[in-house]
């Protein structure tokens, strides 16, 4: 089974802020891996695809890079509402997230 | 517009049975795999079971197989989870989510195994 490792797992950042979350797989992956935003008592929202494509609607201060086995997502400007828990998951064999990144307030 | 609602949930003892399902509307549900994935109480997402659009394919978490069985009704716009064996484990909501990634998301349905 592919396994995900997140870092850090609490991050502590102000509005404007440049933020980068690094999630890792235990094996290659190649570049099936998304990133998904959630907040308190909502459903995860799918922000970026295949590593690094944004999905439709989602700002562009959000990014996405890496391949194999080692990715990121960077928010380029932290603004009020991305406040929230980050999760990347692999989906190049069944599914497996991450543990979580929780973006709060400085 | 694209929506998955889910219904079904609530409190069990340990031991029984609940079976859930997600409606779907909004798009050509037969063309999607579909999935379910749960979260714990103050925990992370986990992922449950997953379908093909034709229900020829079917998998499971290792932490359900056995106990959980995963369908669908393309003539329905529906995705079922029957649950058995429930444990208090499987404690969490439960969420329907479509595709590969998985986008939307329903709302998520409450499961409680208690007694």
């Known amino acids: 089974d592919i396994q995900m490792t997140q870092s850090p797992s609490t991050l502590s950042a102000s509005v404007g802020d440049r933020v980068t979350i690094t999630c890792r797989a235990s094996q290659s992956i190649s570049s099936w891996l998304a990133w998904y935003q959630q907040k308190p008592g909502k459903a995860p929202k799918l922000l970026i695809y295949?590593?690094?494509s944004l999905e439709s609607g989602v700002p562009s201060r959000f990014s996405g890079s890496g391949s194999g086995t080692e990715f990121t997502l960077t928010i380029s400007s932290l603004q009020p509402d991305d406040f929230a828990t980050y999760y990347c998951q692999q989906y190049n064999s069944a599914f497996t997230f991450g543990p979580g990144t929780k973006v709060d307030i400085k | 517009e694209v929506q998955l609602v889910e219904s079904g949930g609530g409190l069990v003892k340990p031991g029984g049975s609940l079976r859930l399902s997600c409606a779907a509307s909004g798009f050509t549900f037969s063309s999607y795999s579909m999935n379910w994935v749960r979260q714990a109480p103050g925990k992370g997402l986990e992922w449950v079971s997953s379908i093909s659009s034709s229900s020829s394919y079917i998998y499971y978490a290792d932490s359900v197989k056995g106990r959980f069985t995963i369908s669908r009704d393309n003539a329905k716009n529906s995705l079922y989870l029957q649950m058995n064996s429930l444990r208090a484990e499987d404690t969490a909501v439960y969420y329907c989510?479509?595709?590969?990634?998985?986008?939307?998301w329903g709302q998520g349905t409450l499961v409680t195994v208690s007694s």
């Open positions: 989510a479509r595709g590969r990634p998985l986008d939307p």
């Open positions: 295949k590593a690094s």
